[in-house]
């Protein structure tokens, strides 16, 4: 990353930030929302997913059937 790209993410996110301490953004956690919601959900991996990762190879594997999926977060204007 350039000294200029650096610059631009720097400055992005101190408006970012200066946008969410002054209340114009309201953000809320993705993760708490779902669940309020009942939107995240938990599915079992069939046995022939569960081959075909392995044959990709163990670290894609998790230690447990289940994974929860949820929805990116939410963004909103205070002011809308």
Same mark, same amino acid.
């Given at each position: 990353m350039t000294d200029e790209e650096k610059e631009r993410e720097a400055e992005r996110l101190f408006v970012l930030f200066e946008k969410l $301490?002054? *209340?114009v953004m309201d953000v809320?956690? !993705?993760?708490s929302m779902a669940m309020r919601e009942? $939107? *995240?959900?938990? /599915? /079992?991996?069939e046995e022939v997913e569960k081959d075909r990762l392995? /044959?990709? *190879? !163990?670290?894609?594997?998790?230690s447990t059937r289940k994974h929860a999926s949820l929805f990116a977060p939410s963004i909103h204007s205070a002011h809308s």
């Open positions: $301490k002054t *209340g809320e956690n !993705p993760i009942g $939107k *995240g959900r938990v /599915e /079992e991996i392995h /044959e990709r *190879g !163990p670290s894609r594997i998790s």
